[in-house]
């Protein structure tokens, strides 16, 4: 069949977290997606083969609504593609910057968000901030069938503080570890998270420590997601607003008032390095407000025929 004669839509890739190509976490956008069918989408997800895609549409009660597939499926929520889908609509013209910060209203399945689009004078690269729901603590878990599962052992741990799952939008579990040495020993066993996963509260998992590779990072990173069909994220957004939350709240870094900065580093062990940037607003006693920012660079832009 010609290609004139099947529906089209234009795609992006965006990898995010960085400001190289092929670093941080790439994302696929589909834009004008308003009349795409929830069983297109799977396949366009599947046949993208990123981690996750998002589709852009227009919405009634916000300026965009977004939604997030995975090749197994959809999510409510996810930094990194949303972040893509808002610099793509900045890089295809569809979207008009009229100062330095530009507001936006974002409808996704967990909500209505707020992300600002900044400009950065001395570089003009456009960084995105996505305004995250207020943090809940959710259950705690016993380290011991957590540190077997990722091939660790109990003082790999950084006790006593728990693991704990935490949401900011989408729910991930927790687990703070003592050294980087910790992050390099894990050896996932799948079978046995997949098992934790059906009796968890949580959509994926993050080990992280407060020793980092670049002396300007707060915290190093190791995310996996088996069961959204994602065994280790190269750079992850909304666990990034979780892991700030917890942060705070256990006092692994003395926060400064009104705001604390937190920058995370992640990818490395799956060779494409990339930041996340958090902002706290409130203490331990009470965080008002999580912020996750970011940026990316195009890599690839062209035509989806279906």
């Known amino acids: 069949m010609l290609l004139s004669l099947r529906r089209q839509l234009d795609v992006i890739q965006v990898d995010v977290f960085t400001d190289i190509p092929f670093g941080g976490n790439p994302a696929a956008v589909v834009l004008d997606a308003n009349n795409v069918s929830d069983e297109t989408m799977v396949h366009i997800a599947q046949e993208m083969n990123v981690r996750e895609t998002v589709f852009i549409s227009g919405s009634s009660s916000a300026d965009y609504r ?75 878990y016993d380290p011991k069938e957590y540190t077997d599962a990722f091939g660790l052992s109990l003082a790999d741990i950084l006790s006593p503080n728990p693991l704990q799952t935490v949401s900011t939008g989408t729910p991930h579990l927790m687990i703070p570890l003592s050294t980087q040495r910790s992050l390099d020993r894990i050896r996932p066993d799948w079978d046995k998270l997949e098992e934790l996963h059906e009796s968890g509260d949580y959509a994926s998992i993050s080990l992280f420590t407060r020793k ?85 660079v195009t890599v690839l832009k062209g035509k989806l025929y279906f």
């Open 66 to 140: 977004f939604r997030y597939m995975t090749p197994k499926g959809e999510l409510g929520f996810s930094g990194h593609p949303t972040i893509a889908g808002f610099l793509a609509l900045v890089d295809e013209g569809r979207i008009q910057l009229r100062s330095d910060v530009n507001t936006f209203s974002l409808e996704a399945k967990t909500g209505i968000l707020n992300v600002d689009i900044v400009k950065n004078e001395m570089t003009q690269i456009h960084e995105v901030q996505i305004t995250h729901k207020k943090p809940r603590f959710l259950e705690t």
């Open 212 to 296: 980092t590779r670049d002396p300007t990072s707060d915290a190093q990173v190791r995310h996996f997601a088996p069961a959204l069909g994602v065994p280790e994220d190269p750079v992850s957004g909304s666990a990034a607003g979780s892991l700030g939350s917890y942060i705070i709240q256990y006092g692994l870094m003395e926060p400064t008032y009104p705001i604390t900065s937190i920058v995370v580093e992640q990818g490395h062990y799956v060779g494409r390095a990339g930041k996340v940037f958090v902002e706290v607003r409130g203490g331990k006693e009470s965080i008002d407000q999580v912020k996750v920012s970011g940026t990316g």
